[in-house]
């Protein structure tokens, strides 16, 4: 047990380098996401961890076993797939049973049950992967990787072949099972909102770099890069400084009490259903979108307006 | 994972290069080699074998298979085209319908090949028919002749040229023909105008995929067109039993699978891989 | 008018393909020699039950196309995992090429090299040249089957696998085969087909011991008018038609 410690790892296609030099450390029973766009190297440096790829450098250790080298089957590792990657011809009771059963285990059977129990699938045991639906898919696939008792269980974007109400539901049982397991998540995925909403620690990457690792808090509002502000949602920039729409305010009058105030002029705006996005421009030539909810007043194309914000919501990030 | 792949491929590999690469090599060094008294190969080396491909005695066969298959190609081409055209347009009966040409095609050849003997023979059934009708008092010569030859490979080959065109005339966007119609064009107009040239590929593959096996055919000419209508297949079969001239029998096969390769080379070319 | 012209052209094709093949079947219950229709008759079938050269050339073609299928199955399947693992553009094109080369050559050139090599081993031309040239050419069959069915397996199966603690043997047995198992058994029945079917081949590389009922079928075709073909074919066409449509249905499952 330990620690999930990645040492300058690197790796490289012959068309580009995937994962240009990674170092961080994933703490013991954290639920620590990789969050990034796709073609940044999250799933590289997870099929690395995993064994499915050797990494051209750099060490990845659990606790103080160096794990290069180490064939899949040989590492205290599993993972959930993006496709679920579901033994067709086996049950959701068999697919849990697999990796027991190589290994010899003679508790495989109470085991299995007790897998099928923790994820809800009791009564479907005896279902072969074709008559399950995804959800049930989804809970096989953890049930079988969670079976082994792996020290870290690798999540490969596990929520994105669900149906977008599914997902919202499923991220709330992956939660709730981490901290019945206490096993070390690493969860792979481009979704900022499941990255912020799941994890106790986040690493942002960017093009096979890590941009920034912190708490979900952290990240969101004190980002490190403007790629990270960026992917985490809108943000205005006004030099650079940087606030995020749904803590820009807009008024007639000028505010008082220290607030950062922008003069501009309303170039669109828009009823987006919870609230109105008013779009200006300030003399400067900058761009200010703001999220104002109802009731804070309709504005006008053409109107003069004050952009203001509180200093604290401001993130200051230099170019 | 690389040791277990090796293994595996060791078989396949072990096979294709002792049972058909390494037999296609004796065959290049017998060709430039010169016949035995008692047949066999002996040396000296010589180029005498390919030379001999252009003596008007051999070049008459040649040229007679260039246009018996050519001519099976275009007759199967004819008759696909409103075939596929048609298991294209019929929604839920296309799986049906192109099994049924594809079932008398995996069904064995040689029956195949008899089938038609016991059609067009002199005592078959067309002559009986016909006669028994009165309709003739002698039989007509309907085997044995290049036509015979020529209508036993087009039934051969069809679904060569059936599936290509198929798979080129399902993809084609109805919306095309409606877009079309839409801009004034008549219907032969939209055939000529959009489908066929949208179904180019198609074409160019079902006339390679026919070609090349009428091109090399061995028993059709044999058995339907009865020795009278030869093609290099027979000639290269006669030369390796009868005649005994292996050099020569050997260079004749390397010409035709020149042949081949050259053509598939051609479409592959042109029409990229994703036909494999 | 196009739209009752192309129906029409249709079936007649369809009859084209198909009406030979039934016309033959249908004249092998003919009680007459000739091709007038006399009523029905089982006589031709009996005459070919009792042809004792024709059953051993049966006998002769199941056991060559039994073990050709069996050691082309496993050759084919094995090289098409392999393929999927690792592409070898050289070792596929070669197969692809074995395919659309004329028998006749395929023929012709596995002669030259038997003949080759039993100079330096004294063996003669037999029942295991002919199962050796039979194994190489359906070895290519088999390999697209399996193949295609590859084409649409998830690479993360065997992944998964592994990373659930199987050896690299135990992925492809546990997860990999079973899969394939449909696929595999349509590539046996094909290779089964194209095996026993085969003249052109057969009849360049067989020895005296080893004549099959395609070379024996020829012969008896090149002969004349003789009922009992049509009797031999008809039982040949509803056998591989069998083997066919099975292989269809699971190549489909």
Known sequence: ?319 | MMRLRTLFLLPAWAFTLLLFLGPMLIIVVYSLQTKGVYGGVVEPWTLENYTRLLDPLYGVILLRSFVMAGASTIGCIVLAFPLALYIARSGTRKTLLLNLVMLPFWTSFLVRTYAWMFLLRDTGLLNSALLALGIISEPLPLLYNDWAVIVGLVYGYLPFAVLPLYSNLERLDKSLLEAAADLGAKPWETMLHVVLPLTAPGMRAAGVLVFIPCLGAYLTPDLLGGGKSMMIGNLVQNQFTTARDWPFGSALSLALMAIVMLLLWALLRRDGEEML | MKQRLLPLYVISIYAFLHLPLLILCAFSFNSSRFTIWEGFSLVWYKAMWNDGALAEATWNSLLIAAVSTVLATVVGTLGAYGLWKKNSKFLSGSMYLSLVTPEIITGIALLATFQWAFRFFHLQLGMHTVILAHVTFSIAYVLLVVMARLRTADPALEEAALDLGATEWQAFRLVTLPMLKPGIAAAALLAFTVSFDDYVITSLVAGVDSETLPMMLYAMARRGANPVVSAISTVIFVGLGILIVASERLQKT
């Not at chain 1, 330990?2 to 690197?10: K, N, P, T």
């Not at chain 1, 803590?247 to 609230?275: K, Q, W």
């Open chain 1, 1 to 319: 047990m330990g620690d999930l410690h990645l040492e300058a790892i690197y790796k490289e296609f012959p068309s580009h380098r995937v994962v240009d030099g990674i170092t961080l450390t994933i703490p013991q029973g954290c639920f620590y996401s990789l969050l990034g766009p796709s073609g940044c190297g999250k799933t590289t440096t997870l099929r690395m961890i995993a064994g499915f790829d050797e990494p051209d450098r750099g060490v990845i250790k659990l606790g103080d076993r160096t794990l290069n080298g180490l064939r899949p089957y040989e590492r205290p590792v599993t993972t959930v797939f993006q496709s679920y990657a579901l033994f067709p011809h086996l049950t959701a009771a068999e697919n849990i049973a697999f990796g027991l059963k190589r290994k010899g285990d003679p508790d495989t059977a109470r085991k299995v049950k007790e897998a099928l129990d923790l994820v809800q699938l009791s009564a479907k045991a005896d279902r072969l992967p074709a008559k399950m639906s995804g959800g049930e898919r989804q809970r096989t696939a953890l049930a079988r990787a969670l079976v082994l008792q792996p020290e870290v269980l690798l999540l490969d974007e596990p929520l994105s072949a669900l149906d977008p109400k599914l997902r919202k539901q499923m991220r709330l049982e992956l939660k709730e099972l981490q901290a019945r397991v206490g096993i070390t998540f690493l969860f792979i995925t481009h979704d900022q909102e499941e990255a912020l909403s799941l994890s106790d620690q986040i690493a942002v990457m960017n093009k096979g770099r890590l941009e920034q690792i912190g708490t979900p808090q952290e990240i969101y509002l004190t980002p490190a890069t403007r790629f990270v502000a960026g992917f985490l949602g809108a943000v205005n920039w006004v030099g650079a400084i940087g606030v995020r729409p749904e803590l820009t305010r807009i008024s007639r009058e000028a505010p008082g009490n220290g607030a950062r105030v922008v003069e501009a002029t309303v170039s669109s705006a828009m009823f987006l259903g919870d609230c109105f996005q008013v779009e200006t421009k300030t003399p400067a030539g900058d761009s200010i979108v703001a999220q104002i909810a109802h009731g804070l007043g309709e504005f006008q194309r053409g109107e003069r307006v004050h952009v203001w914000w509180h200093p604290h919501d401001e993130m200051a990030i230099p170019q």
